[in-house]
């Protein structure tokens, strides 16, 4: 039997995603249910004086009506489940319902619960709130001036939280001969998964047990946030997501809404559902980015890189939200060096409260951030010494004999081949041949530019001592149990939560191909507590290297226990058996063999076991990695700006990635092509903006643009295979890093193409409107 690792066999989710069969949370229909809709507030920053809710609550249909006051003591704070060390963060409270202050547009007032879902949004109408608005601050650099509009008590200027990493390079920078300086901005994005949040909450009060479906990303941490949320004791607590349509990290946090449909069911008796409209999701659901960064990177004439200094104000929005301090510390702060030798490197990263929507983890979380700056300081560097940008980059990549490479930031890199990426991905584009292109072009009035970003990623989160020591308060580890059933079919139980990334076809191939049996006998559970033991969830590219990783290690222990029955059936010592292909065969005599089915079967017949060996072929591992998995890869990008219109084309995409041995390459394919364009959204289309009264004015999508097929090239992808040299299947995370690396591909390309026009930088999105003005305001 060929092996099914690396075969691009066809997503098995898929009919059933995509036939309707799914079962979403909003699918979900209970006996008695009732429906919650979310009373939002419409000021950025205002008091509550006066509340009254008596109208709505004589409003037909209408069950209760819910205030901050009423669910006070009985739901808790939400908490922040990330606090980096040494970063004096002040964890302010963040009621499930205001009480005295809104602190952003859609914070949540009070609560209707009703018979039909049209009844309780109806009455969200009746609902009378006398509102003092005081003044916003949107802007996080604002936030910290003397004198801005102070959000929390508890957070005197705004400052959510100082951290810093790293040595001031301050004798590399007097050394050095040119030092270049830039301010970048990470516009802020908004998660648009194709389902938006929802939770059911179902309360048994005789038992004491709830059972909620949820929008999630991490079952079992969402299980272990709401036991402490609600007081409901977590053997007592199930949470379900199976079928998730799709989060992009904005359905790993913990949020007020979910809390709330859970005390309700609890005080009502009664089944009670909730879920957001796309308005909603717009001003509530976690947002991304956001941050202004100031830069510096010290260099030689002869193009190395000798220092870096990273100065970061993130927007935290309105309160820390569950993983979002570790977005601008550990997942942005660490990796800011990139794949380069950078001797000795600074961070100073500083956390503010405004009056916005709460970001957190957005696809990358972190490290996109991270790559942006320190690609653009790269072509801005190549730029300062007359030296091409593919130059610079192969002149300070760090050497692949030098692994594992410990960071001046303190990160061990496992492995890496920086310069094959690179060196694959010119020859696919021609690079020597394109910039005389380029110049033959030029001279017609065409601009054509490329825009190159090589890029090294933290992922496969992660170590959970590590976890504990950067401050993330839970573990890394990932757990999986491999079932044989009697007949030779295998159930697979992980606690990693895929949601539309198609892990319910990698995890089979995993456990078909060590098996030796047919992929379609392998079925994977996922998405609920009950059934699963724990598990850490889907974020932050780990659901392979950790929860992959988990399921090969079960599988290898059922395998163990099976050589052992197997050499019992065939009269010989274990060491005399071997195993390839579905089939256990005495060393040198193929007539002596028996199939895997046929041990399965005796497992658990248990007629004739060995001595000591107990009956059933069941076995389970927890998998805890000892370091983080760094994929990396380059890509490239080829656009052509029209000066007239500004406009932008994409002409070529090429992206040369290295996530380890692929398991299933059409998978891969697919994550990184999704990647690119989520990456290139932010590059030239996307981007959520504020007034000043901290209106929320991209609130739909006739206000926020999002990426289309028919705005990209078909792209050019290939694979490098460097091993992650610590995990049992040697891989490394693929998810992000088309969102990581595309980004300053696509700036890059369009100040390249733009440099007859004097530009050097241009602050995103780069809209044609923006491009127009840039062109024609150099003209003139």
Not at 423 to 451: C, S, T
Not at 533 to 561: C, F, H, N, Q
Not at 770 to 776: A, M, T
């Amino acid at each position: 039997m060929a092996s099914v690792f690396g075969t691009a066999i066809k997503r098995r989710e898929d009919p059933r995603l995509i036939t309707g069969n799914g079962r979403y949370t909003d699918d979900v229909q209970l006996p008695g249910m009732l429906y919650a809709a979310i009373l939002r507030s419409p000021h950025a920053h205002a008091r509550i004086r006066r509340l009254d809710v008596e109208k709505a609550k004589r409003a037909p249909g209408v069950v209760a009506v819910f205030t901050g006051q009423d669910v006070a003591g009985k739901v808790a704070p939400i908490p922040t489940a990330w606090l980096p060390p040494g970063s004096d963060i002040k964890t302010t409270a963040h009621p499930a319902l205001a009480v005295e202050k809104v602190r952003y547009v859609g914070d949540g007032v009070a609560m209707v619960v009703a018979e039909s879902r049209y009844a309780a949004r109806d009455a969200l109408e009746l609902i009378e709130v006398d509102y003092e608005v005081l003044p916003a601050v949107v802007d996080a650099e604002k936030a910290m001036e003397e004198g801005a509009p102070v959000l929390h008590d508890d957070a005197p200027g705004n400052v959510a939280f100082h951290w810093q990493a790293g040595e001031d390079p301050a004798a590399e920078f007097e050394g050095a001969d040119v030092v270049v300086r830039h301010r970048f901005r990470q516009q802020r994005l908004i998660p648009n998964a194709m389902e938006p949040r929802s939770a059911v909450a179902q309360y048994n009060a005789g038992s004491g047990e709830m059972t909620m479906w949820l929008t999630s990303q991490n079952p079992h941490i969402h299980r272990f946030l709401l036991s402490n949320i609600l007081g409901i004791p977590e053997h007592k607590l199930r949470v379900v997501a199976v079928d998730v349509g799709g989060g992009f990290g904005s359905k790993i946090a913990c949020y007020a809404d979910e809390a709330l449909v859970g005390f309700a069911a609890r005080e009502l008796g009664r089944p009670v559902k909730w879920t957001e409209d796309r308005r909603e999701n717009f001003l509530v659901t976690t947002h991304g980015r956001d941050e202004v960064i100031y830069a510096e990177l010290a260099g030689k004439r002869d193009g190395t890189m000798v220092g870096l200094r990273i100065r970061m104000v993130a927007n935290m929005g309105a309160y820390l939200s569950t993983a979002a301090p570790g977005v601008p510390t550990i997942l942005f702060g660490l990796i800011t060096v990139g794949p380069y030798r950078i001797p000795k490197a600074h961070v100073d990263v500083f956390g503010v409260f405004t009056n916005t929507t709460p970001t957190d983890a957005y696809r990358g979380a972190g490290r996109p951030e991270a790559t942006y700056v320190i690609e653009r300081m790269a072509d801005l560097f190549a730029k300062e010494i007359g030296k091409d940008p593919v130059e610079i980059r192969e002149k300070n990549f760090i050497p692949s004999d030098a692994f594992p490479y410990t960071t001046p930031l303190g990160l061990q890199y496992d492995s890496g081949n920086y310069e094959g990426t690179l060196r694959k991905a010119m020859d696919m584009l021609n690079y020597e041949e394109f910039r005389k292109e380029q110049e033959r072009l030029r001279a017609q009035g065409r601009y054509v530019g490329i825009g190159w970003s090589t890029y090294v990623e933290i992922c496969g989160l992660g170590p959970s001592q590590v976890a504990g020591a950067v401050g993330f308060q839970g573990g890394l580890w990932e757990s999986a149990t491999v079932r044989v059933h009697p007949g030779g079919k295998v159930t697979v139980f992980t606690g990693a939560s895929p949601h539309g990334q198609g892990e319910e076809t990698t995890f089979a191939q995993i456990v078909a191909d060590r098996f030796g049996i047919p992929v379609e006998d392998v079925e994977v559970v996922h998405g609920d507590t009950d059934r699963i033991s724990m598990g850490w969830g889907t974020y932050g590219s780990r659901t392979t290297p950790v929860g992959g990783s988990a399921i090969a290690m079960a599988a290898d222990r059922v395998l163990e226990k099976a050589r052992k029955i197997a050499a019992h059936m065939l009269e010989v010592s274990e060491e005399d058996v071997e195993f390839a292909d579905g089939t256990f065969q005495v060393k040198g005599v193929p007539s002596r063999q028996a199939k895997f089915q046929d041990v399965v079967l005796q497992a658990h017949l248990a007629w004739n076991l060995p001595p000591g060996v107990e009956p059933g072929l069941e076995a389970q591992a927890f998998y805890d990695p000892v370091n983080f998995c760094y994929p990396f890869g380059a890509h490239a990008c080829v656009v052509e700006v029209d000066p007239e219109t500004g406009k932008i084309e994409i002409l070529r995409y090429v992206a040369v990635d290295d996530c380890g041995p692929v398991i299933n390459p059409m998978i891969v394919e697919g994550q990184v092509h999704g990647g690119i364009v989520q990456g290139v959204g932010q590059a030239l289309w996307e981007g959520a903006v504020y007034d000043e009264q901290g209106q929320l004015v991209t609130g739909s999508f006739m206000d926020y643009a999002m990426p289309k097929a028919k705005f990209f090239p078909a792209f050019e992808t290939a694979h490098t295979v460097t091993p992650a040299p610590h995990n049992p299947l040697g891989v490394k995370g693929i998810g992000e890093t088309g969102t990581i690396a595309a980004t300053p591909a696509v700036v890059n390309a369009v100040v390249d193409a733009l440099a007859p026009f004097g530009v050097t930088d241009l602050e995103m999105p780069l809209t044609p409107e923006k491009i127009w003005k840039v062109i024609h305001g150099r003209e003139a």
